[in-house]
């Protein structure tokens, strides 16, 4: 019938415009590669701020002793501690707790949110174990790891530049959130220092580094998406500081803000994005992490509601509510292995009160999951092989046998599978059989906590 015939047309167009073939990928590469130069080039000289994170050693092994770490991303936070042994001896015990933020603190005073956090933290150290007393008159001491965008002025100072994934608190862009972290724990009454400030991709990179040496790069995918990779400073223009013994330094890409006339942008993506707190920032990171995926599948189901009467004579009530369908919920869609696809249509009856949907209403559901998911995914095995080519990793190395870790973490990573799949798939295909092997994605699980404790270790007062 019209309606079918039209529900297929916008599937058709959508399939069109999401499109993401091996010479488009590769001119998303390119121009990802030279926004990188751009941004090490001058300060503002990029939409990739291409962040000097102040970490120009990555942690070696040898870091020994009692450290914490609070861990800030964007849906949860996480309080760890972590005990390490010293050269062979490893992570010898590492707990956490999570807790989820309070959406009204999202959008609250800042105070509020570090008073939150440093609350947790208090509580969390009141209920350790007699074995983790620090030695007396010794502070403890915290690696921080928040993952929004920080122009640091050292390894423990950074002011905030803009909040994102959903975040927006008045009064703290601008501000030191060390010093802001800092006060709150004070308030607290505890007696804790904050060693260093790292973001999440670079305590992913800290992580990696500690136990495969051949990590070069950190890639997040979970509420947003975010890259570091270790640049030679030689290759910094705009660090005029003292050059490093290692020769090295962290830098924290922020690809998400990435943007390209080569991105396949599509009416829902520009939407979405009109309507976002921050019009036209964050664009790469809308179209490829799980803040967002949900809800372009959301906006495209509302149009051929809309204009295909899809479900019904009118469009569903709920269908209407931005973010109402999470990636989670997108996922276990996508992933629906039944005959009957059961949780697809238990997910639009619970979700969006869509009930007795058929097979193939269904089936156009998944489709768009799979169009989105797979759009975001080949994009971001684009973003890698812009740092590959960056590195000059992307041609077959010198070194025969040398191998290039990615670390890979983030919920969107771990849990959505379709996802991570063609993630990798992808890189291979656009990097090529031979120089695949040489290329390993690694998922690290958690390791921006660890890793923001293991430069906490790295850069003890007690050294
Ligand atoms: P953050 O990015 O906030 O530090 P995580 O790395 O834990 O947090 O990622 C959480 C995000 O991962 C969620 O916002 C969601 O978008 C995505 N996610 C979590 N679980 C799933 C899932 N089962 N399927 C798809 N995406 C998921
Ligand atoms: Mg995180």
Redesign the pocket.
Same mark, same amino acid.
């Given at each position: 019938c019209r309606r079918w015939a039209k529900a297929i047309e916008i599937l058709k167009e959508l399939e069109e415009k999401c499109a993401t073939p091996t010479w488009k990928l590769k001119l998303v590469a390119d121009a990802m590669n030279v926004e990188m130069h751009a941004g090490l080039a001058s300060e503002g000289g990029s939409k990739l701020k291409m962040l000097i994170t102040y970490v120009d050693k990555l942690p070696t092994g040898n870091e020994e002793g009692l450290y914490y770490a609070l @861990?800030l =991303?964007? #849906?949860?936070f996480r309080v760890l501690r972590v005990q390490l042994g010293g050269k062979y001896g490893g992570i010898i015990s590492q707990e956490f707790t999570e807790v989820s933020i309070p959406p009204n603190l999202m959008v609250g005073t800042s105070d509020e949110l570090f008073d939150y956090i440093a609350a947790e933290l208090a509580k969390f150290v009141a209920q350790e174990n007699q074995d983790f007393q620090v030695s007396p008159g010794r502070q403890r001491e915290l690696g921080f790891t928040f993952?929004f965008p920080v122009m640091q002025t050292s390894l423990a100072s950074g002011n905030l530049v803009k909040w994102t994934?959903g975040f927006n608190i008045d009064g703290t862009v601008g501000q030191d959130v060390v010093a802001e972290l800092t006060k709150a724990i004070r308030r607290q009454g505890l007696d804790m220092r904050v060693n260093a400030l790292v973001n @999440?991709t670079v305590g992913t990179l800290a992580g990696g580094r500690y136990t495969n040496s051949n990590v070069i790069a950190a890639i997040?995918l =979970? #509420? =947003?998406t975010n890259a570091a990779y270790v640049e030679r400073v030689q290759a910094i223009p705009k660090w005029h500081g003292p050059l490093p013994d290692s020769g090295d330094m962290a830098i924290n890409m922020e690809w998400g803000n990435f943007r390209s006339s080569h991105l396949p942008l599509t009416e829902y993506d520009c939407a979405l994005d009109a309507e976002s707190f921050s019009p036209g920032d964050q664009i790469f990171e809308k179209m490829t992490? =799980? /803040?967002y995926l949900g809800e372009i599948v959301r906006r495209v189901l509302c149009k051929i509601a809309e204009e295909a009467f899809f479900f019904a004579d009118n469009v569903p009530p709920k269908l209407k509510i931005p973010f109402i369908l999470?990636?989670?919920d997108?996922?276990?869609m996508h992933h629906d292995s039944s005959t009957d696809l059961n949780v697809v249509g238990s997910k639009l009856k619970n979700i969006l009160e869509i009930s007795d949907t058929s097979l193939e209403v269904r089936k156009v559901v998944v489709e768009i999951c799979n169009i989105i998911a797979t759009r975001g995914a080949r994009l971001s095995a684009a973003g890698i092989l812009g740092i590959l080519k960056k590195l000059g990793k992307d041609t077959k190395s010198e070194v025969e046998g040398q191998k290039n870790v990615i670390a890979m @973490?983030?919920? /969107?990573y771990?849990?959505?599978t379709e996802y991570s799949k063609c993630l990798e798939n992808t890189l291979k295909e656009l990097v090529g059989e031979d120089i695949s092997e040489s290329i390993i994605i690694e998922h690290f699980n958690d390791g921006s906590g660890v890793g923001a404790a293991l430069l906490a270790a790295s850069h003890s007062q007690y050294l």
């Amino acid at each position: 019938c019209r309606r079918w015939a039209k529900a297929i047309e916008i599937l058709k167009e959508l399939e069109e415009k999401c499109a993401t073939p091996t010479w488009k990928l590769k001119l998303v590469a390119d121009a990802m590669n030279v926004e990188m130069h751009a941004g090490l080039a001058s300060e503002g000289g990029s939409k990739l701020k291409m962040l000097i994170t102040y970490v120009d050693k990555l942690p070696t092994g040898n870091e020994e002793g009692l450290y914490y770490a609070l @861990d800030l =991303g964007g #849906t949860n936070f996480r309080v760890l501690r972590v005990q390490l042994g010293g050269k062979y001896g490893g992570i010898i015990s590492q707990e956490f707790t999570e807790v989820s933020i309070p959406p009204n603190l999202m959008v609250g005073t800042s105070d509020e949110l570090f008073d939150y956090i440093a609350a947790e933290l208090a509580k969390f150290v009141a209920q350790e174990n007699q074995d983790f007393q620090v030695s007396p008159g010794r502070q403890r001491e915290l690696g921080f790891t928040f993952s929004f965008p920080v122009m640091q002025t050292s390894l423990a100072s950074g002011n905030l530049v803009k909040w994102t994934k959903g975040f927006n608190i008045d009064g703290t862009v601008g501000q030191d959130v060390v010093a802001e972290l800092t006060k709150a724990i004070r308030r607290q009454g505890l007696d804790m220092r904050v060693n260093a400030l790292v973001n @999440d991709t670079v305590g992913t990179l800290a992580g990696g580094r500690y136990t495969n040496s051949n990590v070069i790069a950190a890639i997040i995918l =979970g #509420t =947003g998406t975010n890259a570091a990779y270790v640049e030679r400073v030689q290759a910094i223009p705009k660090w005029h500081g003292p050059l490093p013994d290692s020769g090295d330094m962290a830098i924290n890409m922020e690809w998400g803000n990435f943007r390209s006339s080569h991105l396949p942008l599509t009416e829902y993506d520009c939407a979405l994005d009109a309507e976002s707190f921050s019009p036209g920032d964050q664009i790469f990171e809308k179209m490829t992490s =799980g /803040l967002y995926l949900g809800e372009i599948v959301r906006r495209v189901l509302c149009k051929i509601a809309e204009e295909a009467f899809f479900f019904a004579d009118n469009v569903p009530p709920k269908l209407k509510i931005p973010f109402i369908l999470s990636t989670p919920d997108m996922c276990a869609m996508h992933h629906d292995s039944s005959t009957d696809l059961n949780v697809v249509g238990s997910k639009l009856k619970n979700i969006l009160e869509i009930s007795d949907t058929s097979l193939e209403v269904r089936k156009v559901v998944v489709e768009i999951c799979n169009i989105i998911a797979t759009r975001g995914a080949r994009l971001s095995a684009a973003g890698i092989l812009g740092i590959l080519k960056k590195l000059g990793k992307d041609t077959k190395s010198e070194v025969e046998g040398q191998k290039n870790v990615i670390a890979m @973490d983030g919920g /969107l990573y771990e849990h959505y599978t379709e996802y991570s799949k063609c993630l990798e798939n992808t890189l291979k295909e656009l990097v090529g059989e031979d120089i695949s092997e040489s290329i390993i994605i690694e998922h690290f699980n958690d390791g921006s906590g660890v890793g923001a404790a293991l430069l906490a270790a790295s850069h003890s007062q007690y050294l």
